[in-house]
């Protein structure tokens, strides 16, 4: 697959997909854990950038095609700008980071460029929001998404997105057994335990939308908290990550 | 309950910033869309510009000390409420120097994050960017991990004393230096008889018992740990001077400058009579004020309350307190 304008344009679309058909989920997660805001900004924010998007060349129907970053650093712009609370504009972060490496690698974004992205977008968003790995915030997506293409050397960044994904939703499934120690959940204590922090969540969505839109969030981190207490199941390997197909809400093929 | 005159509360900021900008017109100028106020007349020579901001609801905080000598451009957010960060990052953008920005930030998460979002971009322009955080607020002390210790009135210090350096030409790392130097030596205790009535509403931010003092108060109405029983003026006094010198433990030669703050509603006659007092507490004490500042610098809506702060000086800060400075606030 060439990972082009195109392609990376085709994954912010179905990002905003994604996050528009799980959003009453997302605000659902955030009520539990935050103030219930957070699947409202990403939506406004996606669906700000799709308008964006839509007037830009290599719109479809357009005869140019843009570079990779254009349509990462569209959205990076818009997150940055536009979305309010804390959240959308630490997203905009890692759009940001995501956007330099791709306009780094050239015209067609790489898997080195996703790995590079992904570490640059991690590094800045401990820089700002000042969370450690553990403190169930986005951070603990972003740390095994970035180990599990690490782990797997050079590959093309369809394939190094689809196991970002995967690391990152053991990620989310991780934070559910995590007590919050920063951000609103901080103030919390005991009493969010059990509930995946919604960040976490969103950079799962963003991963995993790389290779369509998902459809349905909970099988998610209740499947994952699951079997994360199943002795013998193989959670740190790519291939565990990366089940497209069943009972994800990602269809496989597309 | 108490009435605000300003019966819009959504627009009680932008019209206020559209006042204070008529007023002040000689000495600043908004930038509605980008969301920031600067000055018309920056020192010329500097090579870093100087950029601060925070919730509004504190003036004239940070605003009021936008001007030559002072700060090149200031972010007032909605009332108690961090800027965006597109506002610090376009405020940076129009104000920094051949060497970049440096940015003063009060100790708040909000602020932090925002700032530091701020930063990055700064960063992918290729503008240097460097942070002096404050945090003077005395009575957030704690050992160990945490938030740390609030940034309240030293704000305006921290302010007054980096303008002058970077009206002398300081570089981003030399500033950074003084301004770790200045910060690590001034502290502040805030205590409060009434809270601050909330503009939606009208209603008090919390209650305080007829004849008791909120002892170590937030600049957000955050409660403190205890509040005390009224008592003599001087008694009172002693309770915030003797800690905070106890935690700056000013050396013999070092002469501090105190800022007497009035938190929005002490009247001016209680201010000087507070600074009266801490002066001959001061003198008994062994401590030489050098300077002194009596007024409303940073303020809680209409809290009634005052803040004193001490920030020990050495010879090159009292030069740099002492510079002229041409502000709507400060002028010498």
Known sequence: ?254 | MVAYFATEPESLLADALNGFCRVHADLVVRDAGGGYLRARHPSPGRRVGLVSGGGSGHEPLHIGFVGAGMLDAACPGRVFTSPHNRQILEASRAVAGPEGVLHIVKNYTGDRINFGIAAERLAHLGIPCARVLVDDDLATATDGPGPGRRGTAATVLVEKVLGAAADRGADLPELLRLGERVTARCRSLAVASRSHALPATGDPAFELARNEVEFGVGIHGERAERAIPREPLTRLLERMTDPLLAALAPAREEPVILLVNGLGAVTELELYAIHDAVERLLHKRGVTSARCAVGEFVTTLDMRGFSLTLMVTDRETLELYDAPVHTPVWRW
């Open chain 1, 1 to 254: 697959m060439t990972c082009d304008g195109v392609f990376t344009g085709r994954w912010v679309r179905w990002f905003a997909e994604s996050v528009s058909t799980t959003e009453p989920e997302l605000t659902d997660l955030d009520r539990r854990v935050g103030d219930g805001d957070f699947g409202t900004n990403l939506l406004v924010g996606l669906t700000t950038t799709i308008r964006v998007l839509d007037g830009s060349p290599g719109a479809p129907g357009s005869p140019e095609t843009p570079p990779a970053a254009g349509p990462l650093e569209m959205m990076a712009g818009v997150f940055l700008d536009e979305v309010g609370g804390t959240s959308g504009p630490l997203f905009g972060l890692v759009f940001q980071e995501l956007a330099a490496a791709a306009r780094a690698a050239g015209p067609v974004l790489t898997g080195a460029a996703v790995e590079q992205g992904i570490d640059a977008g991690l590094a800045a968003v401990r820089r700002v929001g000042e969370a450690e790995p553990g403190d169930k915030t986005m951070v603990d997506a972003l740390l095994p998404a970035v180990t599990a293409v690490r782990r797997a050397g050079p590959l093309p960044a369809d394939r190094a997105l689809a196991l970002a994904a995967g690391g990152a939703r053991r990620g989310v499934s991780e934070t559910a057994r995590l007590r919050a120690r920063r951000g609103r959940a901080g103030y919390l204590g005991d009493r969010v335990t059990g509930v995946p922090d919604p960040g976490a969540v969103g950079v799962a969505l963003l991963f995993a939308s790389a290779a369509g839109p998902v459809t349905a969030l909970s099988p998610w981190w209740e499947r994952g908290v699951t079997r994360a207490h199943l002795p013998g199941t193989r959670l740190d390997g790519p291939e565990s990550g990366t089940d497209t197909g069943t009972g994800a809400g990602v269809p496989a093929g597309r």
